[in-house]
């Protein structure tokens, strides 16, 4: 057997899909994030509780009108994007002209809110949720035991993220959106209405979250805390690809799932930790993380 | 209006009956510490607050010529926090008796403080042997089961069956070190050994796939799940998912009633686990399971707590003995009382609460039900063995605890 730094190879390369798997979550979420505070300059702590409505969305819909996983993939998205559009027109517009700190410590607050509601109605110890029959199973890789469903997750990940940003780079659309950041009384002027981008464009960041949430629901118990448990090193992610950039987000998120699940084999008691470890480097060496454009 | 002498005896005069009433009718105050927001609030949180008020509603306080105050608090799973609490109901509050307290870490936190103020701590929910074994002292008890208890029945039945190696995914605390140090000690007493084990962050992990990959990697037998709640439904839904149990058997070294609840039987069938107390049991268990039921929303009562009810009615049969006057005044003492007073309910049946302060009731190993066994919800165990009250628990010499030595 091939050993690595005194590990079977097999394990090792066992971790780093698992990594892979991990930073396909991470890259959703922190894409979200990303998108919301280029556009809007909010940072969005209630994306963890958006992240667990659409997992308890996918879970209603399943329970209560026997609509499966993948309509589910599509509606749960739509269905929080809405309470995020909503959320976005009702409270979090009126702090576009304060500091940062406002839009925080508001989606915090939003975010204890929500988690406090499904805890009351559905409890903490997690609701079940099966796995699509068509994506049960797994298979051999001859170094470890690949479960299809997390296949697709990596696969779902990458197709989202990578459409995202071809979205925000590469089209007229995106073009827009760019432009109403940088200057917004001048896209006006061009007849666009702003406001009504941003809105919408907080709402495509929730939506991006809630489709996360729909893709972990099969895998962790759906959960009132299951956002918490990610949101800070969402966070974390977000900081060290640079604030904002939506590329940073995808290739920090990935990166820093594969550093994590290392962690796990050599020193598990600080899996927690080395994300925020790497933050402190980076933060140190590129104040304005490693894909973040200089002011 | 100026505060002048004539408002201020006013006010002393208008206050001097109530004083006078309130001390004519003692008021027990009881605190029911748990958690109400985390990991652990399914089984204990509210359901262990409505099986205190069932406790005072059967046991008619008021026609003992008591009254009773119930607090109720959320200790967060930080020790820190559920001291600070702690602190402030002995203190400021006047509170008698502290009960619940799910989460090893809090609870020997409080263990200290009940010490030092000389009050009484029911403990229920935690699993830490160390509460009679080295942090053991003379205002506290602990109810329903141990990492002792645990390790013994089900590690004994794995060991027994073929499972002789293991490995532990364990959480990185108190109570999660404690039940990986029990099962260990069994496991090798019966001649099995130990081929590693991991322990990782608590709280805040969710996915344990890298773990599971190590513990298949170990090429160990069994599974042992060191962890609760959350943390060992989430090691269960992967493991099946990863394929570890077609290899490696699991160990659920601590389950809830709830916990299979939120697995469903699909994935959670043919786990064994143990448990002190199942609603379905006999039928004082299903008597007193059905009077609850409709107060926690149709849901089964969990060991903690059933262990609320049968601990509190044990508490307040002692208040009626020894005067609720003495009760107030000096916790060591009704502990003391406590243990003297052979235990009774419908949860636990005949007990008793040894020196150390651990209290003794057989444990029972049970296996999870097949979808196809199970006539409904909750429908969940059969009985595989069972362990009497006099051997269930670590022996009162073995544990260090050093009130036994003296």
């Given at each position: ?7 079977p190879g ?16 991470y890259?959703m ?5 990303a998108v ?8 969005n702590?209630?994306h ?14 399943l329970?209560a009108?026997?609509i ?35 839009g ?9 809110v ?17 796995i ?13 035991y ?25 089209t007229?659309?995106?073009?827009t959106?760019?432009a109403?950041?940088e ?7 061009f ?6 981008v941003v809105t ?8 991006l979250?809630?489709?996360?949430g729909v893709l ?8 009132p ?6 949101i ?5 992610v ?15 998120g990935?990166g820093?799932g594969v ?5 796990k084999?050599?020193?598990p008691?600080a899996?927690?930790t ?17 894909f973040?454009?200089?002011? | ?11 002393a ?5 109530v ?9 027990l ?18 359901g262990?607050?409505?099986?205190l ?37 002995f203190?400021?509050?006047g ?21 030092e ?32 208890m645990?390790a ?12 002789d190696s293991?490995?532990f ?47 298949q ?6 599974l042992?799940m ?7 439904i989430?090691?269960i ?6 394929g ?9 070294l ?7 609840h ?12 143990t ?13 007193f ?8 929303g ?7 707590q ?9 508490y307040?049969k002692t ?28 949860c ?7 020196a ?8 029972y ?22 362990t009497p009250?006099?051997q ?15």
């Amino acid at each position: 057997m091939i050993m690595i730094f005194g590990i079977p190879g097999p394990l090792l390369f066992g971790q780093l899909l698992l990594g892979l798997i991990n930073g396909a979550f991470y890259a959703m979420l922190s894409l979200g994030l990303a998108v919301i505070f280029g556009m809007l300059n909010i940072i969005n702590f209630a994306h963890g509780a958006l992240f667990m409505m659409g997992a308890f969305v996918a879970w209603i819909l399943l329970d209560a009108l026997g609509i499966g996983y993948f309509p589910s993939l599509i509606l749960a998205p739509l269905i929080v994007g809405a309470f995020g559009v909503v959320l976005e027109r009702t409270i979090i517009s009126r702090l576009y002209k304060l500091d940062h700190l406002y839009g925080l410590l508001l989606t915090f607050g939003l975010s204890l809110v929500i988690e406090g509601l499904f805890r009351n109605a559905y409890g903490s110890s997690g609701l079940p949720y099966r796995i699509p029959d068509i994506l049960q199973g797994a298979t051999n890789l001859g170094f470890m035991y690949m479960p299809n469903y997390r296949g697709w997750v990596v696969l779902a990940a990458l197709v989202v993220c990578f459409s995202t940003w071809a979205i925000i780079e590469k089209t007229s659309l995106g073009a827009t959106l760019r432009a109403a950041t940088e200057n917004a009384p001048l896209v006006q002027a061009f007849g666009v209405n702003v406001p009504r981008v941003v809105t919408l464009t907080y709402g495509a960041g929730v939506a991006l979250a809630a489709f996360a949430g729909v893709l972990a629901a099969p895998i962790y118990s759906v959960n009132p805390n299951m956002g918490s448990n990610f949101i800070n090193t969402v966070f974390a992610v977000v900081v060290i690809g640079g604030m904002g950039s939506i590329l940073g987000s995808i290739v920090t998120g990935f990166g820093l799932g594969v550093i994590e699940g290392l962690t796990k084999v050599f020193y598990p008691q600080a899996s927690a930790t080395v994300v925020f470890l790497v933050m402190i480097i980076v933060l140190l060496a590129r104040p304005r993380g490693l894909f973040g454009k200089a002011a | 209006m100026s505060l002048t002498r004539r408002t201020l005896l006013a006010a002393a005069a208008a206050a001097a009956p109530v004083i006078a009433r309130a001390q004519g009718t003692p008021t027990l105050k009881i605190g029911c510490l748990t958690d109400m927001s985390g990991p652990y609030k399914d089984l204990a949180g509210p359901g262990a607050v409505a099986a205190l008020n069932q406790a005072l509603l059967e046991y008619g306080v008021s026609g003992k010529g008591m009254k009773v105050e119930v607090l109720v608090a959320d200790h967060l799973n930080k020790p820190d926090v559920g001291a600070t609490v702690a602190r402030q109901w002995f203190d400021r509050d006047g509170v008698d008796v502290i009960v619940e307290v799910a989460n090893s870490g809090v609870a020997l936190a409080v263990a200290g403080v009940a010490k030092e103020k000389n009050k009484v701590y029911l403990n229920t929910g935690a699993a830490t042997s160390d509460l009679t074994g080295s942090a053991c002292n003379t205002n506290t008890i602990h109810w329903v089961y141990d990492t002792y208890m645990l390790a013994k029945s089900t590690g004994g039945a794995m060991v027994k069956t073929g499972g002789d190696s293991w490995f532990f995914i364990t959480a990185d605390y108190a109570f999660g070190k404690a039940l990986q140090r029990d099962t260990t000690d069994f496991v090798i007493g019966a001649g099995g050994k130990v081929l590693g084990g991991v322990a990782y962050p608590f709280p805040g992990t969710s996915d344990f796939s890298s773990y599971l990959i190590q513990a298949q990697a170990s090429g160990a037998k069994v599974l042992g799940m060191a962890n609760a709640g959350t943390d060992t439904i989430n090691t269960i839904k992967q493991a099946k998912e990863f394929g570890i149990t077609n290899k490696m058997r699991l160990a659920g070294l601590l389950l809830f009633l709830t916990d299979i609840h939120s697995l469903g039987l699909d994935i959670a069938q043919g786990i064994v686990l143990t448990d002190s107390f199942y609603w379905d049991m006999n039928d004082r268990a299903r008597a007193f399971s059905n009077r609850l039921s409709p107060k926690i929303g149709g849901a089964r009562p969990t060991m903690v707590q059933a262990g609320v009810y049968s601990a509190v009615l044990h508490y307040l049969k002692t208040a009626t003995a020894m005067g609720v006057d003495k009760v107030k005044l000096d916790g060591a003492a009704t502990v003391a009382e406590m243990k003297k007073l052979p235990t009774d309910d419908d949860c636990f049946g005949p007990g008793s609460i040894r020196a150390d302060g651990r209290k003794l009731h057989p444990a029972y190993l049970w296996e999870v039900k097949k979808p196809s066994e199970s006539k409904g919800p909750w429908d969940y165990y059969k009985p595989l063995a069972t362990t009497p009250a006099d051997q269930a628990f670590r022996p009162l010499d073995k544990g260090g605890c050093p009130m036994v030595k003296s």
